[in-house]
């Protein structure tokens, strides 16, 4: 952790003594808090000289990397001074477990959660330092709790098409990875598709997944994430370089349920909205969702297991046929139709939207090679 620790140190010393060589000043003082409108956000950054701005990078990359509205370009290079502090806390996480003798299966189970976000936090730096295209920006990173991490493949600043990818339950730091690769896979079929436009993605993992089903029947920690995502979408518009990008959010499982939720309580600065295995959005009708419906798009795969979520009340009323078979007899319960867990299956042409097929592939095989699902999400991405 000290090693980890002097590292960063001496990064930021190495840019505080350029500021001395003139080539970065502190800016006035004042800043936005977190959590501060984008487009105040924009105006206050684009308001300081270049100077300021590598100053602000140098000495405050917490404030930095956080803000929605700042260039993605400052975010990242704001979050890469700061890899060390975040491998260091974990580190640190990890020998005061090992401190306890026994450790005890609550910290047994605990030091394999730090291992799983040590290991993802590794596999994301290799990615972010790797050459090639589309580079790997990092806007976003908190190793605490289950961890949290936003990363966009391409510029999005300099996007025609920008893809935001909402993942769903159990999504972490130990496997974002994976879920960029999801991302990642749809930004190859945009560029297969569309090989003249430029296209980004990123993977917006900024809130507290649920990792328990009893956790994920509640919309709870949707609506938790509400209002950073509607501050996120905001800032993509804020921060972009030139005519505005068409904007997508993709959200899959209870990740569709946290687009749903944000686009319709909060606002979404989105061209369109596409939901992949959905246990429903909180919406009755795309019309609630603030995009055109012709730009609601939804896929279920025929075997996806989500087709099971029904609503609490037809599951009470299937459990009560079983005991009761009277009840068949008198016509109840009725049927309630394309009605999922958390509100009428965005899959179904009723709900107002738009369909694209998917083949066969359970839960999570939307982005596998040869999905026609993986076609579909890249063609609204691209606007065809």
Do not use: K
């Amino acid at each position: 952790a000290a090693a980890a620790d002097r590292a960063a140190a001496d990064r930021l010393d190495e840019l505080a003594g350029a500021a001395g060589a003139g080539w970065a000043s502190p800016p006035p003082p004042g800043r936005p808090a977190l959590g501060a409108a984008p487009a105040l956000v924009s105006a206050w950054w684009s308001g300081l000289t270049p100077a300021q701005q590598r100053w602000l990078i140098g000495h405050e990359p917490a404030l930095v990397g956080r803000l929605d509205g700042v260039p993605v370009a400052a975010r990242d290079q704001a979050n890469r001074l700061r890899l060390d502090v975040w491998r260091a806390e974990l580190l640190a996480e990890r020998r005061r477990l090992l401190s306890r003798v026994p450790p005890g299966p609550l910290a047994s189970i605990r030091l394999r959660g730090v291992a799983g976000r040590l290991a993802g936090l590794d596999t994301l730096v290799e990615r972010l330092t790797a050459g090639g295209a589309p580079r790997a920006y990092l806007l976003g990173l908190d190793p605490a709790g289950e961890g949290r991490v936003v990363v966009a493949l391409g510029d999005p600043d300099h996007a025609d098409r920008v893809l935001t990818y909402v993942p769903g339950m159990t999504a972490g730091l130990d496997d974002a990875p994976g879920e960029l690769g999801r991302a990642a896979r749809v930004l190859d079929r945009c560029a297969a598709l569309a090989p003249g436009e430029r296209s980004a993605a990123v993977l917006w993992l900024d809130y507290d997944a649920p990792d328990l089903l009893n956790e994920a029947a509640s919309a709870g920690q949707a609506r938790d994430a509400g209002p950073a995502l509607h501050r996120f979408q905001e800032g993509l518009r804020a921060s972009h370089d030139g005519p505005p990008a068409r904007q997508t959010v993709l959200g899959h499982s209870y990740g569709s349920l946290v687009v749903g939720v944000a686009a319709r309580e909060h606002g979404l600065a989105a061209d369109a909205l596409v939901f992949v295995g959905s246990p429903g959005v909180g919406a009755s009708h795309a019309a609630e969702l603030g995009v055109p419906p012709g730009e609601v798009w939804a896929s279920t795969a025929p075997d996806d297991v989500i087709r099971a979520a029904r609503p609490p009340e037809e599951l009470g009323r299937r459990a009560l046929l079983r005991t009761v078979p009277l009840a068949a007899v008198l016509g109840w319960p009725d049927q309630t139709g394309h009605q999922l867990w958390f509100g009428h299956d965005p899959s179904d042409p009723g709900f107002g939207g738009r369909v694209f097929g998917s083949g066969r592939g359970g839960h999570t095989g939307y982005w596998d090679p040869g999905n026609p699902a993986l076609d579909g999400m890249a063609r609204v991405v691209l606007g065809r």
